[in-house]
Protein backbone atom coordinates (compact mmCIF):
# COMPACT_ATOMS: atom_id res chain seq x y z
CA UNK A 1 0.00 0.00 0.00
CA UNK A 2 1.58 3.29 -0.98
CA UNK A 3 1.44 6.13 1.86
CA UNK A 4 -0.81 9.21 1.10
CA UNK A 5 1.02 11.53 4.03
CA UNK A 6 4.51 11.52 4.62
CA UNK A 7 6.47 12.77 7.84
CA UNK A 8 9.63 15.04 6.40
CA UNK A 9 12.16 12.20 6.74
CA UNK A 10 9.73 10.11 4.63
CA UNK A 11 8.93 13.15 2.25
CA UNK A 12 12.83 13.36 1.89
CA UNK A 13 13.34 9.87 1.33
CA UNK A 14 10.46 10.00 -1.53
CA UNK A 15 11.77 13.26 -3.38
CA UNK A 16 14.89 10.95 -3.40
CA UNK A 17 13.10 8.09 -4.79
CA UNK A 18 12.26 10.52 -8.12
CA UNK A 19 15.56 11.19 -8.57
CA UNK A 20 15.80 14.43 -6.74
CA UNK A 21 18.19 14.43 -3.76
CA UNK A 22 16.64 16.58 -1.01
CA UNK A 23 18.12 15.92 3.18
CA UNK A 24 14.82 15.55 5.64
CA UNK A 25 17.29 19.22 7.34
CA UNK A 26 16.61 21.03 3.94
CA UNK A 27 12.89 20.63 3.87
CA UNK A 28 12.63 21.68 7.28
CA UNK A 29 15.15 24.80 6.76
CA UNK A 30 12.39 25.30 3.53
CA UNK A 31 9.71 25.60 5.71
CA UNK A 32 11.30 27.85 7.50
CA UNK A 33 11.69 30.30 5.12
CA UNK A 34 8.43 29.56 3.17
CA UNK A 35 10.14 27.86 0.05
CA UNK A 36 9.79 23.95 -0.92
CA UNK A 37 6.81 21.85 -1.22
CA UNK A 38 3.22 22.13 0.32
CA UNK A 39 2.59 20.58 3.55
CA UNK A 40 0.18 20.36 6.74
CA UNK A 41 0.72 20.71 10.27
CA UNK A 42 -1.06 19.05 12.73
CA UNK A 43 -0.51 20.39 16.53
CA UNK A 44 3.45 20.29 16.27
CA UNK A 45 3.48 17.62 13.62
CA UNK A 46 4.47 17.91 9.43
CA UNK A 47 2.74 15.70 7.00
CA UNK A 48 3.75 16.24 3.31
CA UNK A 49 0.86 14.55 0.88
CA UNK A 50 1.95 12.73 -1.94
CA UNK A 51 0.71 14.93 -3.97
CA UNK A 52 2.14 18.27 -3.40
CA UNK A 53 5.76 16.58 -3.63
CA UNK A 54 4.82 14.70 -6.91
CA UNK A 55 3.70 18.50 -8.03
CA UNK A 56 6.69 19.68 -6.02
CA UNK A 57 9.07 17.48 -8.40
CA UNK A 58 7.71 18.72 -11.98
CA UNK A 59 9.26 22.23 -10.90
CA UNK A 60 8.15 25.26 -13.19
CA UNK A 61 9.20 26.25 -16.73
CA UNK A 62 11.51 29.32 -16.24
CA UNK A 63 11.27 31.00 -20.17
CA UNK A 64 14.59 32.66 -20.92
CA UNK A 65 15.00 35.95 -23.28
CA UNK A 66 17.00 33.25 -25.40
CA UNK A 67 14.41 30.62 -24.95
CA UNK A 68 11.77 32.91 -26.09
CA UNK A 69 12.85 32.44 -29.70
CA UNK A 70 12.60 28.55 -29.58
CA UNK A 71 8.77 28.56 -29.66
CA UNK A 72 8.70 30.77 -32.82
Do not use: C
Request: proline share 1%; no cysteine.
Amino acid sequence: MELRYYDTKGAAEYLNSLGLLFRAGTLGVWRSQGKGPRYKKIARKVFYEKTALDEFAKGHTVDTVDSGSLNK
